[in-house]
């Protein structure tokens, strides 16, 4: 029970570190090595269902190191990402978060999420689906994990948002 709890409010924490475009501290929670992919989708026949989502190694939306994600950082908060200037409103909603802590005490987490965004004065999109997360312990700081790998996966074969100019 304090393992899931411990997760659950450091995932929150971090939703809100987006919902209010807090960057910089955001970007922080990610180590050297990081991981951020969001793999496509495919509809499958059921036979073919463990296909139905990409590898690593095949196409997808991000395949994001960490200086990737920083680049990514530093167009959104310069003012020249023409997709986020000015910026979207977001709006996360994490849910079903089940935690499986590791031999070597690094956590695995599985969670449902519901990302609202409304850009200008009436576009809207949102991304529902499941995010994979590896998050390792770490001392020192306000947070007590860093997200080593994070995978994406929408419920969503067709995106239909104009961008994916958003961090999820």
Same mark, same amino acid.
């Given at each position: 029970?304090?393992? %899931? =709890?411990?997760?659950? %409010?450091?995932?929150?924490?971090?939703?809100?570190?987006?919902?209010? =475009?807090?960057?910089?501290?955001?970007?922080?929670?990610? &180590?050297?090595?990081?991981?951020?992919?969001?793999?496509?989708?495919?509809?499958?026949?059921?036979?073919?269902?463990?296909?139905?989502?990409?590898?690593?190694?095949? @196409? !997808?939306?991000?395949?994001? @190191?960490? !200086?990737?994600?920083?680049?990514?950082?530093?167009? +959104? $908060?310069? !003012?020249? %990402?023409?997709?986020?200037?000015? &910026?979207? *409103?977001?709006? *996360?909603?994490? $849910?079903? +978060?089940?935690?499986?802590?590791?031999?070597?005490? @690094?956590?695995?987490?599985?969670?449902?999420? #519901?990302?609202?965004?409304?850009?200008?004065? *009436?576009?809207?999109?949102? #991304?529902?689906?499941?995010?994979?997360?590896?998050?390792?312990?770490?001392?020192?700081?306000?947070?007590?994990?860093? +997200?080593?790998?994070?995978?994406?996966? #929408?419920? %969503?074969?067709?995106?239909?948002?104009?961008?994916?100019? +958003?961090?999820?």
């Amino acid at each position: 029970m304090e393992l %899931q =709890h411990r997760v659950e %409010q450091f995932l929150y924490a971090e939703a809100e570190l987006l919902d209010n =475009h807090l960057y910089d501290e955001w970007i922080a929670l990610f &180590p050297e090595d990081a991981l951020y992919w969001i793999p496509s989708r495919q509809t499958r026949p059921i036979r073919e269902r463990d296909l139905e989502v990409s590898r690593l190694d095949e @196409t !997808g939306f991000a395949d994001d @190191t960490i !200086g990737m994600l920083r680049g990514r950082v530093r167009r +959104i $908060t310069s !003012g020249i %990402q023409w997709s986020e200037e000015p &910026p979207s *409103r977001t709006r *996360r909603l994490l $849910t079903n +978060i089940r935690v499986d802590e590791q031999p070597d005490a @690094t956590v695995l987490a599985r969670t449902n999420f #519901f990302v609202y965004r409304s850009r200008l004065e *009436r576009h809207q999109d949102w #991304f529902v689906g499941e995010r994979f997360d590896t998050l390792r312990p770490v001392t020192g700081g306000g947070f007590p994990y860093c +997200i080593a790998e994070r995978k994406i996966v #929408f419920d %969503q074969t067709t995106v239909l948002a104009p961008s994916i100019s +958003i961090f999820l």
